[in-house]
């Protein structure tokens, strides 16, 4: 890992011993820089190599990373781990070998980047918020997930030959992540501050949240026609069983297997004129028809549970999660918005290394959509943005 980079694998205190670019732009030994503080070009390499090995097949012989601009030990290393061609079929050109690294560089170089580069923002965010994690913390941290993801010394030692990376690189990528964590707790820190007012507005706001509709459980026989109906409710009232109706004239298969029991209906539910008739039917009582949608539906009220309000006061505990969460959103979500703004501007990309992350791009000019054509959607990102 380079000097002008090591502070990311070392930790914040060492940020005064990284190198700063000189003004008038980056250095052609760097790729990029962040308010003075560089990302060189043998960091970038390694990362390129890691993710190139990533990218690859295990089980297919290593293809080598791309290495910019000529590609020669690309090259060579494609040349080495191609296939004999099928007989009849010349071999793969110089040109086409150095056009697979080409596009393999361009598909990487984005990635490897955006990961630098946020990875830069996160511990230079942290060391303006006077937010520090110590080498033993991230170590700590990383051995409990080595435990977990790799039980033996064996299969992490596999592990970190499979995919390029040494150990000092996965403690860089642990802190990352632990810088992360802690920038979101402290933007978040004020969003456990609710007050009773908060609990209030927020109780008024969204009543409907602590209410339990009142629900009925019914009887009920649906046919297709009036007639029919008014025959159904003709045989209830001659004293037969609502089970032995439902089973001659219903045609809702549900409620008909059950002796035409509808249970917890809830006010509201359906169809306007079928739930008035419901919530003001008297109990025990045959009412219909009603015609719906559906058909024309007998009905009798069997039983009835009041609607159910929650206080302010039994509320309280889940509204003060809710606004907590709803706050701390809020907050995460302005605070990304300006750290985006922030380390993009103080961000200096060398040519052939710029992404969209850098202050000095420009995003590729978009034809002019066609009629029917979908118009492509803006990128999106998340803050604060880790590797």
Same mark, same amino acid.
């Given at each position: 890992?380079?000097?002008?980079?090591?502070?990311?694998?070392?930790?914040?205190? *060492?940020?005064?011993?990284?190198?700063?670019?000189?003004?008038?732009?980056?250095?052609?030994?760097?790729?990029?820089?962040?308010?003075?503080?560089?990302?060189?070009?043998?960091?970038?390499?390694?990362?390129?190599?890691?993710? $190139?090995?990533?990218?690859?097949?295990?089980? %297919?012989? $290593?293809?080598?990373?791309?290495? =910019?601009?000529?590609?020669?030990?690309?090259? *060579?290393?494609?040349?080495?781990?191609? !296939?004999?061609?099928?007989?009849?079929?010349?071999?793969?050109?110089?040109?086409?070998?150095? +056009?697979?690294?080409?596009?393999?560089?361009?598909?990487?170089?984005?990635?490897?980047?955006?990961?630098?580069?946020?990875?830069?923002?996160?511990?230079?965010? *942290?060391?303006?918020?006077?937010?520090?994690?110590?080498?033993?913390?991230?170590?700590?941290?990383?051995?409990?997930?080595?435990?977990?993801?790799?039980?033996?010394?064996?299969?992490?030692?596999?592990?970190?030959?499979?995919?390029?990376?040494?150990?000092?690189?996965?403690?860089?990528?642990?802190?990352?992540?632990?810088?992360? #964590?802690?920038?979101?707790?402290?933007?978040?820190?004020?969003?456990? @501050?609710?007050? =009773?007012?908060?609990?209030?507005?927020? &109780?008024?706001? @969204?009543?409907?949240?602590?209410?339990?509709?009142?629900?009925?459980?019914?009887?009920?026989?649906?046919? #297709?026609?009036?007639?029919?109906?008014?025959?159904?409710?003709?045989?209830?009232?001659?004293? %037969?069983?609502?089970?032995?109706?439902?089973?001659? &004239?219903?045609?809702?298969?549900?409620?008909?297997?059950?002796?035409?029991?509808?249970? *917890?209906?809830?006010?509201?539910?359906?169809?306007?004129?079928?739930?008035?008739?419901?919530?003001? /039917? =008297?109990? @025990?009582?045959?009412?219909?028809?009603?015609?719906?949608?559906?058909?024309? &539906?007998?009905?009798?009220?069997?039983?009835?549970? !009041?609607?159910?309000?929650?206080?302010?006061?039994?509320?309280?505990?889940?509204?003060?999660?809710?606004?907590?969460?709803?706050?701390?959103?809020?907050?995460? %979500?302005?605070?990304?918005?300006?750290?985006?703004?922030?380390?993009?501007?103080?961000?200096?990309?060398?040519?052939?290394?710029?992404?969209?992350?850098?202050?000095? &791009? +420009?995003? =590729?000019?978009? !034809?002019?959509?066609?009629?029917?054509?979908?118009? !492509?959607?803006?990128?999106?990102?998340?803050?604060? /943005?880790?590797?």
């Amino acid at each position: 890992m380079s000097h002008s980079h090591r502070f990311l694998a070392l930790g914040a205190a *060492a940020i005064s011993a990284v190198a700063f670019a000189s003004c008038g732009g980056v250095s052609d030994s760097d790729v990029a820089s962040v308010d003075g503080t560089t990302i060189s070009k043998t960091t970038f390499n390694h990362w390129i190599s890691v993710a $190139a090995s990533a990218s690859q097949d295990p089980t %297919a012989k $290593a293809a080598g990373a791309p290495d =910019p601009p000529n590609f020669v030990k690309c090259i *060579a290393a494609k040349k080495a781990a191609a !296939p004999a061609p099928v007989k009849g079929q010349p071999d793969p050109t110089e040109a086409e070998y150095k +056009k697979q690294c080409v596009d393999q560089f361009t598909q990487l170089k984005d990635q490897v980047m955006t990961f630098l580069l946020r990875s830069t923002w996160l511990e230079l965010e *942290a060391n303006q918020s006077d937010i520090n994690i110590t080498d033993a913390q991230v170590k700590a941290e990383f051995d409990k997930a080595r435990k977990q993801a790799f039980p033996t010394a064996k299969q992490y030692a596999d592990f970190l030959k499979s995919s390029g990376q040494t150990e000092a690189d996965l403690l860089f990528r642990q802190r990352s992540q632990m810088l992360e #964590k802690k920038i979101t707790e402290k933007v978040q820190k004020d969003a456990k @501050n609710v007050s =009773p007012e908060d609990i209030s507005a927020y &109780y008024k706001k @969204n009543q409907a949240q602590f209410t339990q509709p009142a629900t009925r459980d019914l009887n009920v026989i649906l046919t #297709k026609t009036e007639a029919e109906a008014n025959k159904a409710k003709a045989a209830l009232a001659g004293g %037969a069983s609502f089970a032995s109706v439902a089973n001659q &004239y219903s045609i809702d298969a549900t409620s008909k297997k059950v002796g035409g029991k509808l249970p *917890a209906v809830a006010q509201g539910s359906q169809e306007g004129a079928f739930d008035k008739a419901i919530f003001s /039917a =008297p109990l @025990n009582k045959v009412a219909g028809p009603v015609k719906t949608s559906l058909g024309y &539906y007998v009905f009798q009220v069997t039983n009835e549970t !009041p609607k159910k309000v929650q206080t302010e006061a039994q509320a309280q505990k889940t509204i003060k999660q809710i606004v907590v969460s709803e706050k701390g959103q809020k907050a995460l %979500a302005a605070f990304g918005k300006s750290y985006q703004t922030r380390w993009k501007e103080l961000t200096e990309c060398q040519t052939g290394y710029i992404v969209s992350d850098c202050n000095n &791009y +420009k995003a =590729p000019k978009t !034809p002019a959509a066609t009629p029917g054509a979908p118009v !492509p959607a803006p990128p999106t990102s998340t803050a604060p /943005a880790g590797g």
